[in-house]
């Protein structure tokens, strides 16, 4: 997850002007990045502005004011890699800033091709607004910062690119700053900016409110697109049952039917058929469609009749299941078999009447075998469950009767369709044949009915086509219903995972910023640390108790250790790092009695730099403004302006010598 920078365009003022580019991809590449680019040149020739103007695709709001750059410039486009994805970022720059960003997912060369999408520029935390696509190459997308870091209740505001923006780019003016950290300016802005390195390390105190967050809205997605789904579904199941693979195999017999329809076409206009033939070719392709027409009506009816018959059926095992029914509520309400007064005295019995020995205890007769086995009570209990039994066997055969008549009727409404088409082409062709009375010569009515016969195969193939698409946006929305549940799941594993100790990661930072100021060559260094509010310290004082040459040493020592630790440690950080003119009050630029007069120490920043590339740093990137970059760095530098009229490029804006 990253931010890379390969090429910055500027649209020319009229559609044919030439624009004014700067690459910072491989020489002679056509795509890619160079690890270290310098773009280097004397003051006053747009090197800031090619930064300014990184910023501005990026979703900046400061659009440079020069008056060459308004009257030349009617765009910028910023072809960058966000994450692993080719993205082109378009911005007017006409006039005022732009309110709204062109996106394509493709190269500078390929956005022709490319699908373009328009997100807003402001609000800056909008879930569809240019800044949060950027940052979520970086992870860092639908984070809420809080505006206090002491009471619970305070509200809170997105994290932008613009807050990320410090953390990526160096200024000139900060690098001999004061408020480097910007602790010594407005208090939300140091505390913006010690909350982004904090989410950038996921050591932010809010980091599982961050990840709840980031969750509640992948999952509140999922479900719009669910919904979305079930619609496309139902949509799709409703106007298309036959399915895809029925539909797309239509597709491709239509396909072979309309090629074959039109080289007859082609042959019939070149050979103009004789009357005979062309009339014994229309008369046949009339039978044929009536006997077609002729069987889809049969099995429309079969079909029909079997449903009808069906039917009965199930009408009458309903008036079976109801008789059992019937019979099972009589038998619990009257028991025949049950004698409690005697039927000649009108006496109630002392004992109700059973069959003892084979003899009926109330008439005293002989009984058959049968019934002395059987009592009443039992023979009553042996008819209900035989009952029972029958009843869920009707049951059975009902369900299993409803879902076959409902599968034959799925398959009736097929029949029907098709019965309909057979009949059209029937009615289709039975009117080429009576054309054939009126037309001048026959061929032309023949040259009709392939013509109609085309026509109607194409829309034909069209519906198909209609229906594989409606069914290609169901698989499309699964998927993304899939990897917006593979999402959800990832944010549910880091909010169990365990959060990095914070201090662990202050001393990381400070570890690298002592070792990164001992390989500069930072004189008479000791005692140098980062505190818990990341502000540097450099023989055991607070960086502004340095000179001007040393704040600038310190201030490149503090933003190569925050961006060589977030990358080493895979830190949601953009990777990127731009510093505008390193060697200010350094080498040259310093006063000949201070320490920093030393132009070794430039030199050795470069080789640190490359080194750390070569190395751990494979695959970040690190853009620097510099007006004379040493000799040992010339085979970085991706451009270098003149400020001559005579020796080209003048400069940015390369036409406005004047």
């Known amino acids: 997850?990253?931010?890379?920078?390969?090429?910055?365009?500027?649209?020319?003022?009229?559609?044919?002007?030439?624009?004014?580019?700067?690459?910072?991809?491989?020489?002679?590449?056509?795509?890619?990045?160079?690890?270290?680019?310098?773009?280097?040149?004397?003051?006053?020739?747009?090197?800031?502005?090619?930064?300014?103007?990184?910023?501005?695709?990026?979703?900046?709001?400061?659009?440079?004011?020069?008056?060459?750059?308004?009257?030349?410039?009617?765009?910028?486009?910023?072809?960058?890699?966000?994450?692993?994805?080719?993205?082109?970022v378009e911005r007017s720059a006409a006039g005022a800033e732009s309110s709204f960003a062109t996106v394509w997912q493709a190269t500078l060369n390929t956005t022709e091709a490319a699908a373009e999408r328009r997100y807003p520029i402001e609000p800056t935390g909008a879930p569809d607004g240019l800044s949060q696509l950027v940052l979520a190459s970086s992870g860092l997308d639908g984070i809420r910062l809080s505006d206090s870091v002491v009471k619970e209740d305070t509200g809170s505001a997105m994290l932008s690119i613009r807050d990320v923006f410090r953390v990526m780019i160096v200024t000139n003016d900060r690098l001999d700053s004061k408020n480097l950290v910007f602790e010594h300016g407005n208090f939300m802005v140091g505390q913006k900016y010690r909350q982004t390195i904090e989410v950038m390390f996921g050591v932010y105190d809010d980091e599982e409110a961050v990840l709840a967050e980031q969750q509640k809205r992948v999952a509140l997605q999922r479900t719009k697109e669910e919904a979305r789904l079930d619609a496309l579904t139902v949509t799709a199941d409703r106007d298309h049952p036959d399915g895809r693979a029925v539909l797309q195999q239509r597709v491709d017999v239509l396909s072979v039917e309309l090629a074959s329809l039109s080289a007859q076409l082609r042959t019939l206009d070149a050979q103009r058929r004789s009357t005979d033939s062309a009339s014994t070719e229309i008369r046949r392709t009339l039978e044929l469609a009536q006997r077609v027409d002729v069987d889809a009506r049969v099995r429309v009816r079969d079909r029909e009749s079997l449903l009808t018959r069906l039917d009965a059926l199930r009408l009458q095992y309903a008036d079976d299941r109801r008789k059992l029914g019937f019979l099972l509520d009589a038998q619990a309400l009257f028991d025949p078999l049950r004698v409690t007064v005697c039927p000649v005295c009108f006496n109630t019995l002392s004992e109700a009447p059973s069959i003892i020995d084979g003899t009926c205890s109330l008439s005293h007769h002989a009984v058959g075998q049968a019934a002395d086995e059987l009592s009443s009570d039992e023979a009553t209990a042996g008819s209900a469950q035989l009952v029972s039994s029958e009843l869920r066997a009707v049951n059975g055969r009902i369900s299993s009767l409803t879902d076959y008549m409902t599968r034959l009727e799925r398959d009736r409404a097929l029949l029907v369709r098709e019965a309909a088409r057979a009949s059209h082409r029937a009615v289709s062709a039975a009117a080429a044949v009576d054309a054939i009375t009126d037309s001048p010569a026959p061929w032309l009515a023949l040259r009709d009915r392939l013509t109609s016969e085309i026509s109607d195969a194409k829309l034909a193939r069209q519906a198909a086509e209609t229906g594989v698409k409606a069914w290609d946006w169901v698989d499309k929305s699964e998927a993304l219903i899939g990897q917006l549940q593979r999402e959800y799941d990832s944010l549910s594993s880091q909010r169990r995972r365990n959060r990095p100790d914070r201090d662990s990661i202050v001393k990381l930072l400070s570890d690298r910023f002592a070792a990164i100021l001992a390989d500069i060559g930072y004189p008479k260094l000791s005692d140098a640390f980062i505190n818990t509010n990341f502000v540097p310290y450099v023989r055991g004082l607070e960086y502004t108790n340095a000179s001007s040459g040393g704040m600038v040493v310190i201030a490149l020592a503090w933003n190569l250790a925050l961006w060589e630790i977030s990358y080493e440690q895979d830190a949601n950080a953009p990777g990127l790092l731009i510093i505008d003119s390193p060697q200010k009050n350094l080498g040259h630029n310093a006063s000949p009695d201070d320490d920093f007069a030393d132009a070794t120490l430039v030199d050795r920043f470069y080789a640190h730099a490359e080194h750390w590339l070569a190395t751990e740093g494979q695959g970040a990137q690190l853009i620097v403004v510099d007006n004379s970059p040493p000799p040992s760095v010339a085979h970085n530098v991706v451009i270098r302006f003149t400020r001559r009229a005579d020796t080209p490029p003048y400069g940015l804006i390369h036409d406005a010598v004047s």
């Open 1 to 88: 997850m990253s931010i890379r920078v390969k090429r910055l365009r500027l649209a020319g003022a009229s559609a044919t002007a030439k624009p004014y580019e700067v690459s910072f991809q491989p020489e002679g590449a056509t795509d890619g990045y160079r690890p270290l680019s310098i773009i280097a040149g004397p003051s006053l020739t747009g090197k800031t502005t090619i930064v300014d103007f990184i910023a501005y695709g990026l979703g900046g709001n400061y659009l440079p004011p020069h008056d060459e750059v308004r009257t030349n410039v009617r765009s910028a486009l910023l072809e960058v890699d966000l994450g692993s994805t080719s993205t082109v």
